[in-house]
């Protein structure tokens, strides 16, 4: 079965230190998008592709940067590690049709120290 | 931008009971969708009920079903019979229609818990 996959689940990290966590979708999809879930924010949106070689920033891309070389992977890499950058991370992808259904990891909690 | 807006953080439902969990949106766009996701203790996010903006019949999905408003851009999500499995964070989320824009939108979360 086609899935989409994130490592690791769970990260602890220090401060200025850089983390780079890793998506991975069997679905085949052009679509890509990592968001942020905070408690009182909902998922918000870091970084998102359209396809190989296509990156775009969402609403809270500071401190983040992604990079798309194929269509299964997607890694989020955070540059310096910040405190308010614990958060859960979701990878999620979609197939671009009209229905736009987006399908998620499991998620990846980082904390940072 | 468009916002989404769900003003209830916690609902509490008694199992085989009915909740209605109320979410808002804020938009220019005429073609767009509206999602309900989700969130169970396991962290995966779960689609509950899609609904596109053009089809006025609310969207029905066994048990979970929508009030779609589209004048007051109301987009709610009632559960009958409630079950324990129910007990989850829930996500309203809007994408709009156009393009290759599939990045959604998403609330803030309504939590829910399912009492015996």
């Known amino acids: 079965d086609a899935e989409i996959t994130q490592s690791p689940r769970h990260k602890i990290t220090e401060t200025g230190r850089q983390v780079t966590l890793a998506c991975h979708q069997t679905?085949?999809?052009?679509?890509m998008f990592w968001y942020r879930q905070d408690l009182g924010h909902g998922l918000r949106l870091i970084h998102y592709?359209?396809?190989?070689?296509?990156?775009n920033k969402g609403e809270v891309s500071d401190g983040y940067s992604v990079s798309r070389s194929n269509t299964e992977d997607l890694p989020l890499t955070l540059e310096s590690a910040a405190s308010s950058q614990t958060s859960v991370y979701f990878c999620?992808?979609?197939?671009?049709?009209?229905?736009?259904?987006?399908?998620f990891g499991e998620g990846s909690r980082l904390t940072v120290l | 931008a468009q916002t989404v807006t769900q003003s209830q953080p916690e609902m509490s439902v008694q199992e085989a009971e009915t909740v209605t969990l109320s979410c808002t949106y804020d938009?220019?766009?005429?073609?767009?969708?509206l999602f309900w996701y989700k969130q169970p203790p396991s962290r995966q996010m779960i689609l509950v009920i899609r609904?596109?903006?053009?089809?006025?019949q609310n969207a029905t999905e066994n048990r979970f079903s929508v009030n779609f408003q589209k004048a007051a851009k109301s987009f709610s999500l009632k559960i009958s019979d409630s079950q324990l499995g129910d007990a989850a964070m829930y996500f309203c989320?809007?994408?709009?229609?156009?393009?290759?824009?599939?990045?959604?939108?998403f609330g803030t979360g309504t939590r829910l818990q399912v009492t015996l």
């Open positions: 609904q596109e903006a053009y089809k006025q």
């Open positions: 679905w085949n999809h052009n679509n």
């Open positions: 938009t220019s766009e005429s073609d767009y969708y």
């Open positions: 592709s359209y396809g190989v070689q296509d990156t």
């Open positions: 999620a992808s979609s197939d671009g049709a009209r229905t736009g259904e987006l399908f």
């Open positions: 989320a809007y994408r709009r229609g156009t393009g290759t824009a599939s990045k959604l939108t």
